[in-house]
């Protein structure tokens, strides 16, 4: 079963690519793309992780690595990013293999077959990445619990975890939320094992950073931008206006800016707790909206494709938490990127692109309202 899922995952993602090309421009469609990319080009001059010269830490290592791979085997043009997308959708098949390996046939079918799935590996960003080392550090967390030599299994979903830290900041306590299933569902030394081995993938990075920077940084210095975005006047829970900006930062050095921008942001929550509340809501609103935020991409087509392949999975996901509630640790385990993605973006932007890494772990959940009562868990 799960190889020919597998096999449907990799045709479908395959599929989708003749539209998707000319639509996103070979998957280069959002302006963070260009910032993978220069990072990218950097390592490969040399130069380390850098958008810029005074942005050497803005983005997480591993995407911009993945990146650099590509770069220096392909070039940088189309024959790049061709290799890219291929590569990606052959990580959206391995994630819907994953799926079906931990919640069944139903949630290897829904990853495989989800329409912003089938999307993700179209685009140059970090989202197929993130998205199979969530459901990897899912399923190797798992396996710790039911299969032989559970401290290896730890201290694999332990990695992982901090893999996807270095693929998307906001993933950053994943490992914590992780660890802690695991003491709660094995016992305590396996949670230690895989806190312990998220922290060691994260050490490189923060160290490099302090040696670079001179400051213990664990994922970007993007944390200041990321909250003023939402913690100003004017702000509306969706993506800041460039005009927005304060002009101060734009002569600031990295770490200043960073801090700069987190105390205006608390400065502002301090003045604005009424405001900052009543968008807490609609942050979390746009970040699981069954359908596309941007007007661009609220075509009839796509709206009707959004509702079909969201309202059922949303419906089913909240029957499994309302009706069978998740007591195996299988279905707790499933919540724990979704809730961690949801607190995450009710304090920074909401987005439907920012609950990506989750989507697999909410087709588990739903899936778990489809398997019959009297199914054994283990």
Known sequence: MIRKIFALALILRLAVLPWTLPRYDWGRAYPDTLQYEA?????????????????????????????AVLQSAFGEGRAFALAVLLTQCVLGAVTAALAAALGGKWAGLAVAAHPELLLWPSLILSESLAILLVTAALWAAFRARTGVRPLRWALGA??????????????????????LW??????????????????????????????????????????????????RNGADGGPIPDTAWPKEVLTMGELEADRFLKRASLDWIRAHPGRMLSLTWVRIRRTWSPVPNDEEHRTPGILALSLAANLPLFALAAAALLWRRPETWRWTLALLPILLLTAVHAVFTGSVRYRAPALPALCILAASALAPRREAMP
């Open 182 to 231: 695991l003491a709660f569902a094995l016992r305590p030394a396996a949670g230690l094992a895989c806190l312990g081995a998220g922290l060691l993938v994260l050490m490189p990075w923060t160290v490099r950073n302090r040696l670079v920077l001179g400051a213990w940084v664990p994922a970007t210095t993007s944390g200041g931008w990321d909250l003023y975005a939402q913690c």
């Open 39 to 67: 990072t990218a080009r950097s390592l490969r001059a040399g130069d380390g992780f850098a958008v810029g010269p005074r942005a050497k830490a803005l983005r997480p290592p591993l995407y911009p690595l993945f990146l």
């Open 158 to 179: 332990g990695a992982l975890a901090g893999a996807a830290a270095l693929t998307r900041a906001s993933l950053l306590p994943l490992a914590i939320l992780v660890g």
